[in-house]
């Protein structure tokens, strides 16, 4: 693992920008069509936005990019608690990304169960052909969770699907569709955003021994690289 620890949030998103369409780029000029994972969080839309206005001197062609959520909240399509909304509004409608390349769970009022949504976005990934996503970008809860992985809540468990319905969740809404880490799994970078000193002991955690059930970000390691953008704060209680 990397940390790449900045005074502010402004410089944290501006080299969290950077470094992820260097690995856009990368793929692109590999060949690749990059399947990326974005995520929600206070943190998204800074990012989302300096991603938006980095890109045109980067030589990545955003619209040729396969945009996916590490998870999101079973709520209306308008609702601004739905994860994507940053990523749709901030980013991926400012860039011109084809619908068909945007990737998002079905909402509330689009389906009638939290288990059918989370069923559809499996469906969707698995006719995608994706075999490995490029960049999964996580934000991290002050207890340690990514994505709607939550310590010690049976959904995290599950090891046989890619995406599973959460129930219950201990921060509200209580009903979300996640990735697994089953999907994680073939991930070729992973990067965490965290900023405020509300992070800072889950930062550590994270960083430290353990199992993924007390702490679900232990779970998530890029298989080339793995890449911790923080504040000073959210690094302040590492050793």
């Given at each position: ?81 739905r994860n994507c909304r940053s990523g749709l509004d901030d980013l991926l409608h400012v860039v011109g990304a084809p619908a068909e390349r945007v990737h998002v769970a079905a909402a509330s009022d689009a389906v009638e169960t939290v288990e059918e ?61 996640s990735l697994t880490y089953e999907a994680f799994a073939a991930t070729r970078a992973v990067a965490f955003l965290a900023a405020g000193e509300g992070k800072a002991e889950a930062v550590a955690a994270a960083h430290g021994e353990g199992t993924w ?27």
């Amino acid at each position: 693992m990397t940390d790449r620890i900045h005074a502010d949030v402004d410089a944290l998103v501006a080299d969290a920008a950077s470094w992820f369409l260097g690995r856009l780029a990368a793929a692109q000029a590999a060949g690749r069509v990059p399947h990326v994972v974005l995520t929600g969080g206070s943190i998204a839309a800074p990012f989302h936005r300096e991603v938006a206005r980095a890109a045109a001197g980067s030589g990545v062609d955003l619209t040729r990019v396969e945009w996916w959520w590490g998870d999101e909240r079973f709520v209306p399509a308008d609702s601004p608690e739905r994860n994507c909304r940053s990523g749709l509004d901030d980013l991926l409608h400012v860039v011109g990304a084809p619908a068909e390349r945007v990737h998002v769970a079905a909402a509330s009022d689009a389906v009638e169960t939290v288990e059918e949504s989370a069923r559809r976005y499996q469906q969707q990934l698995r006719a995608s052909g994706v075999r490995e996503f490029e960049v999964a970008l996580f934000g991290l809860g002050p207890d340690g969770h990514v994505a709607s992985l939550f310590p010690h809540h049976p959904a995290a468990a599950i090891r046989d699907a890619l995406v599973v319905p959460v129930h219950d969740s201990p921060k509200p809404p209580p009903q979300r569709v996640s990735l697994t880490y089953e999907a994680f799994a073939a991930t070729r970078a992973v990067a965490f955003l965290a900023a405020g000193e509300g992070k800072a002991e889950a930062v550590a955690a994270a960083h430290g021994e353990g199992t993924w059930e007390e702490c679900p970000a232990r779970g998530v390691r890029g298989q080339d690289e793995t890449v911790w953008f923080l504040d000073a704060a959210a690094a302040s209680a590492l050793q």
